[in-house]
Structures are given as structure tokens and as C-alpha cells.
């Protein structure tokens, strides 16, 4: 089990850029995939993006393709996520969670620690 605490969200323009990190606690980070959902108002939490647990391998939901960039330090335990040109339909609260394997999952059921969430909202 990891305890994770998410940070960065905040107010912004569209086309503005905006960083995310992910801080975990436990032990062997590197054995945790990693990903970040969000879920906007009235909406389902979606997965935007997953890292493997090298850091090697990386899976992208089509919207935010080109946009956004996923990385990790397994020395320092962290995960951040760099959003670029951010959009309106960007605007969602942001949960980055911790998977028991090494391998990228694409749903909510694959992962087993989650942080509290940090909302990020594009105006136009």
C-alpha cells in the first residue's frame, strides 16, 4: 500500500500550460504502476494517462495525446504529469493512483491507492 498526496492544480487559460506531481510514501515505488485520472462535473473519473513501473513504458488516453507527458522518479517517489495547451474540457479533478504491479492499467478497478484529488480548471 502507498499513501499518494497530489498537488498543482489551479486556475488557468486555455493554451496555458500546468504541472501536477504526485508524492508517494512506501517502499518500493518502482513496483507501482502509476496513473493519473479526472473526472469532471456529472461525468465518470476517466484515465488520462499511465506510466509502467520503470518508467519505460507509457499509455495515453487520445485526448490529451501530444499534450501531455507523463514522467517519474523512483529515486525521489514522485509522479508528474505536464499538461500543455490545456483546454476548456481539460477542467476536472485530477487523481493520480498506484497500481500492485509494474504493469499500466487503463480503468479505475486496476488501481489500488488513490490520492485525494486536485482540481485544474481551463477557462476559455
Known amino acids: 500500500q502507498v499513501q499518494l498526496v497530489d498537488s498543482g492544480g489551479g486556475l488557468v487559460q486555455a493554451g496555458d500550460s500546468l504541472r501536477l506531481s504526485c508524492a508517494a510514501s512506501?517502499?518500493?515505488?518502482?513496483?507501482?504502476?502509476m496513473a493519473w485520472f479526472r473526472q469532471a462535473p456529472g461525468k465518470e473519473r476517466e484515465f488520462v494517462v499511465g506510466?509502467?513501473?520503470?518508467?519505460?513504458?507509457?499509455n495515453y488516453a487520445d485526448s490529451v495525446k501530444g499534450r501531455f507527458t507523463i514522467s517519474r522518479d523512483n529515486a525521489k517517489n514522485m509522479v508528474s504529469l505536464q499538461m500543455n495547451r490545456l483546454k476548456p474540457e481539460d477542467t476536472a479533478v485530477y487523481y493520480c493512483?498506484?497500481?500492485?504491479?509494474?504493469?499500466?492499467?487503463?480503468?479505475?478497478?486496476?488501481?489500488?491507492?488513490w490520492g485525494q484529488g486536485t482540481q485544474v480548471t481551463v477557462s476559455s
Open positions: 493512483a498506484a497500481r500492485s504491479s509494474r504493469w499500466i492499467g487503463i480503468s479505475m478497478k486496476d488501481y489500488d491507492d
Open positions: 512506501g517502499r518500493a515505488f518502482s513496483s507501482y504502476a
Open positions: 506510466i509502467s513501473g520503470s518508467g519505460r513504458s507509457t
